[in-house]
């Protein structure tokens, strides 16, 4: 990105609120993808999450993405056994009671994407209530769904959760799925060491080079293929039903399959690691909703 157009793109995303949303995301896709934004006539998989931002708003989706209840949405239509545990809720940090949590735990931000409202202890002895504090809190002010359009972030009652701790280095598995079908998996490798890798591979385990950073893999390269892995594929599937897209995240722990979240954006739309003609395939196989567009 030139350096002119990354400056308006900051102006532009501090300034959002001077902008109605259809000609914010317009101007803000240009600056970001350095393209138009085909909003009349979307054909890539980026240019459809912009338009699904806009015109494909149904409240459910709130619950959907809120951390915490999600997992009774989640546990109706899948069952209990997929749910990590949640050991407390909290609208605060000053408000944990660390006397009532086990040695290890992971404490989230029910709104946020990413790491940014993840905090993981491995020792409470050792944790630093002060730098967790600081990063949850900084967390529960964040709002995606005002600088990004992801409007069903807007709704969600923030709070602190803390779940049971699952164990170190969690591979992700991030399923694209369509409307009940899930496509393909994205696997999410080495995410400690700062420097994480991602593949994608189908529902026969056969690597698909559908991002830059796994273009680059060499011939023949795979990964074992998880226990249970065809089961994953049925459970995204299952909760992605009724949706145009979304991405469904799991985790597998020794064929112990667990729910991770559901994301609606992935990027938020503006996502540059996917190859050109990966995000025309991606594109092509989300079918919009039929609405009425005033």
Same mark, same amino acid.
């Given at each position: 990105?030139?350096?002119?157009?990354?400056? /308006?793109?900051?102006?532009?995303?501090?300034?959002?609120?001077?902008?109605?949303?259809?000609?914010?995301?317009? /101007? @803000?896709?240009?600056?970001?993808?350095?393209?138009?934004?085909?909003?009349?006539?979307?054909?890539?998989?980026?240019?459809?999450?912009?338009?699904?931002?806009?015109?494909?708003?149904?409240?459910?989706? #709130?619950?959907? $993405?809120?951390? $915490?209840?999600?997992?009774?949405?989640?546990?109706?239509? *899948?069952?209990?056994?997929?749910?990590?545990? #949640?050991?407390?809720?909290?609208?605060?940090?000053?408000?944990?009671?660390?006397?009532?949590? +086990?040695?290890?735990?992971?404490?989230?931000?029910?709104?946020?994407?990413?790491?940014?409202?993840?905090?993981?202890?491995?020792?409470?002895?050792?944790?630093?209530?002060?730098?967790?504090?600081?990063?949850?809190?900084?967390?529960?002010?964040?709002? *995606?769904?005002?600088?990004? !359009?992801?409007?069903?972030?807007?709704?969600?009652? @923030?709070?602190?959760?803390?779940? !049971?701790?699952?164990?170190?280095?969690?591979?992700?598995?991030?399923?694209?799925?369509?409307?009940?079908?899930?496509?393909?998996?994205?696997?999410?490798?080495?995410?400690?060491?700062?420097?994480?890798?991602?593949?994608?591979?189908?529902?026969?385990?056969?690597?698909? @080079?559908?991002?830059?950073?796994?273009?680059?893999? +060499?011939?023949?390269? #795979?990964?074992?293929?998880?226990?249970?892995?065809?089961?994953?594929?049925? *459970?995204?599937?299952?909760?992605?039903?009724?949706?145009?897209?979304?991405? !469904?995240?799991?985790?597998?722990?020794?064929?112990? &399959?667990?729910?991770?979240?559901? #994301?609606?954006?992935?990027?938020?739309?503006?996502?540059?690691?996917?190859?050109?003609?990966?995000?025309?395939?991606?594109?092509?196989? &989300?079918?919009?909703?039929?609405?009425?567009?005033?």
């Amino acid at each position: 990105m030139n350096g002119l157009r990354n400056f /308006m793109l900051r102006v532009v995303v501090k300034l959002y609120f001077l902008f109605p949303e259809r000609l914010y995301l317009i /101007m @803000r896709y240009y600056l970001e993808m350095g393209k138009p934004l085909h909003l009349d006539n979307p054909k890539t998989m980026n240019e459809k999450l912009q338009w699904l931002k806009l015109y494909n708003r149904k409240p459910v989706y #709130t619950q959907m $993405v809120d951390k $915490v209840s999600a997992k009774d949405y989640v546990a109706k239509m *899948i069952g209990e056994k997929y749910i990590v545990p #949640t050991l407390g809720v909290w609208d605060h940090f000053d408000e944990i009671d660390f006397d009532t949590l +086990p040695n290890q735990f992971v404490l989230k931000t029910n709104h946020s994407g990413g790491s940014t409202g993840v905090v993981i202890c491995k020792d409470k002895t050792a944790f630093d209530k002060v730098a967790a504090r600081e990063k949850l809190e900084r967390s529960l002010k964040q709002d *995606i769904s005002r600088t990004s !359009v992801e409007w069903p972030y807007r709704n969600i009652k @923030r709070k602190i959760f803390a779940e !049971v701790y699952l164990g170190d280095d969690l591979t992700d598995y991030k399923f694209y799925c369509f409307d009940g079908n899930a496509d393909v998996v994205l696997n999410c490798i080495e995410r400690q060491s700062g420097k994480p890798k991602f593949y994608f591979f189908d529902k026969e385990w056969n690597l698909r @080079r559908l991002n830059k950073r796994g273009k680059e893999a +060499p011939e023949g390269f #795979t990964l074992p293929k998880p226990k249970n892995m065809d089961e994953m594929f049925v *459970i995204a599937g299952r909760l992605s039903e009724g949706l145009p897209f979304a991405r !469904v995240d799991l985790y597998n722990i020794n064929g112990d &399959i667990y729910f991770s979240e559901i #994301t609606f954006f992935p990027a938020s739309g503006f996502d540059k690691n996917r190859l050109p003609e990966s995000d025309l395939y991606f594109g092509n196989k &989300i079918v919009l909703p039929k609405v009425k567009i005033q």
